[in-house]
């Protein structure tokens, strides 16, 4: 369990009792430190807030995510013969057209057609992967089809997305000019973090320690809610984790106590 993450701060308060609704969330991470962890984390807290949960994966298969959501208290079994989980897996059959994903995430999220609704979170383990077979054109136009599941008028879901930031890096687009020029059409190489970012309503990031490895910390990770409009600038809150068998370990940079729940 990794209550260490329900509350990062006022803003961010999302335990099982408080999960939020129509959050676009954008989780961005690097090679030296996986955001894996926040993914996990968040779909695990969306299953046990009762919502009804489109979990999109590339980056490994259901096995994996089933055995490590086992951990974090969660059967995957359990959930999808339940409706409440609906796998859409891109690591076995990935999608030949964005079009068709999207139709397919869109689906489950306007499946539930009673009075009350049960609330929606769509989870999209790597967006990256849908990069460099679309381009980041049209990625960033799946995301902002996407974002419209947040709206309420289209029933309030939330939407988490994971993107590298390694493969936003000057030294990556220098190194793979030949390729750039031989996909422009796809345009595989352009950054999309800086829209993600601009389009999202809070922001996950996950990098490696300034200082270097360390076998008691694994990384940093930054959370912050966007403003919309003229409100007040809301600070970032900074972390240090470590990540555990069952349960991540938490403190805040300044030497605040270890957190671990």
Known sequence: MAEALYYLSEDLAWAPASAPRGEFVV???????????????LLALFLKAGHRVCFVHFASSREHYAAVARKLGVNFSTS??????HLINCFASPPSTLLELFDAI??????????????????????SALKWEFG???????????????????????????????????GATAASSQLSQSTSSKSPLKSMNPVLRDIASVIFSVAPLPSGYSKDVHGTLMAQRQNSGLEPFRAP???????????????RSGGDALRSM
């Open 136 to 170: 980041a054109d049209k990625v960033l136009a799946f995301a902002r089809c996407c974002k419209t599941l947040t709206h309420a008028s289209n029933g309030c879901a939330n939407v988490v997305m994971l993107s590298h930031a390694d493969t936003e890096a000057s």
């Open 80 to 85: 999808e013969a339940a409706g409440a989980l």
């Open 237 to 251: 809150v900074t972390l240090s984790y470590k990540i555990l068998e069952n349960t991540i370990k938490c403190f």
């Open 27 to 41: 989780v961005t991470d690097a090679v030296e430190s996986s955001g894996a962890f926040l993914m996990h984390h």
């Open 106 to 127: 869109a689906a489950v999220a306007e499946a539930d057609s009673s009075k009350e609704p049960t609330p929606v979170s769509v989870v999209i383990d790597d967006l």
